[in-house]
């Protein structure tokens, strides 16, 4: 069956709803056979650029109308699409990968369920899970916490808020701030596990592991562009089970208690202040 024949085959209507549709994050081939049929059968699709939706919907032979919704949409716009999923086949897109991970489409379905809309997903591509199994980092836990932020004091504070974590960190950032982020990651946890995925699923796919600072030298002379999965693996401590006291008795050795402390925080990322205290009472064993 030919583009032709499938657009003059009628589509029956779906059951009125708010229906969120994962997209590919690059490869066209990603695109699941129930998200091409809510698609087709949909009475509007609510999208973050009609530009980037209107090529997949061309790929898959879909005429619905679109209408934007973004971070920008205004309440009025929300409302008006949750009174029209009461009645019709709303559904939601990203401009990749699944809607509501780090997208503001969170307050679409809260409202929707609020005003008893029947709400379903259609699961797919998703780059933080795509990039967290290309990692070869601990997965049995991890955190996802978005975009960090573009000022460093920020993007400081909010690595420091989540060092004691012992888990794999998962973050999304854009190629221009990403040497800057693992500069700074080099400073604060220079011997923590770093993945960077970008291009995923698409034809020059990488994903490339090591130390922040050597990662920081690759990509100050290969600058990457488009939109980035960085991964820190867990603490030290965290994957080898490495003894703290053990670290600790090994640093003091060549350093003050106050030098291993930080030393252990570093490689641990386990508070440095209870690093010292315990070094304290090591010395004086």
Not at 180 to 196: D, G, H, K, N, S
Not at 231 to 240: C, D, N
Not at 243 to 248: A, T
Not at 259 to 284: C, F, P
Request: charged fraction near 25%; aromatic fraction near 4%; include cysteine.
């Amino acid at each position: 069956m030919d583009t032709q024949d499938i657009e003059s085959v009628p589509f029956e209507p779906l059951e009125p709803g708010l229906y969120i549709v994962a997209t590919p994050i690059g490869n066209l081939g990603d695109v699941t056979m129930r998200a091409v049929d809510v698609l087709r059968r949909a009475n509007v699709i609510a999208c973050e650029d009609t530009r980037v939706t209107g090529k997949l919907l061309k790929a898959v032979s879909a005429t619905t109308r679109m209408q934007r919704y973004d971070d920008h949409a205004s309440a009025d716009v929300r409302t008006r699409l949750i009174e029209r999923a009461a009645s019709e086949a709303v559904a939601l897109v990203s401009d990749a990968g699944t809607p509501l991970i780090s997208d503001p489409g969170y307050r679409l379905v809260r409202e929707a369920r609020a005003a008893g809309v029947m709400v379903t997903t259609l699961p797919g591509a998703c780059a933080a899970v795509a990039g967290l199994t290309l990692s070869g980092l601990p997965n049995d836990r991890f955190l996802f916490a978005g975009f960090l932020p573009v000022k460093d004091k920020a993007r400081r504070d909010t690595l420091d808020e989540l060092s004691a974590i012992e888990t794999t960190l998962v973050f999304y950032e854009t190629g221009p701030r990403l040497e800057r982020t693992l500069r700074m990651l080099a400073e604060i946890w220079p011997q923590r596990e770093i993945a960077v995925a970008r291009e995923l699923t698409k034809l020059h796919e990488e994903c490339r592991t090591g130390f922040a600072g050597d990662l920081a030298e690759h990509y100050a002379a290969h600058p990457p562009k488009g939109e980035i999965v960085l991964l820190i693996g867990p603490p030290v401590a965290a994957t080898t089970n490495a003894d703290p006291d053990e670290l600790l008795r090994d640093a003091l050795q060549e350093a003050s208690p106050s030098k291993a402390a930080g030393k252990v925080a570093k490689l641990t990322g386990l508070d440095r202040q209870t690093l010292y205290a315990r070094a304290v009472e090591i010395k004086g064993e």
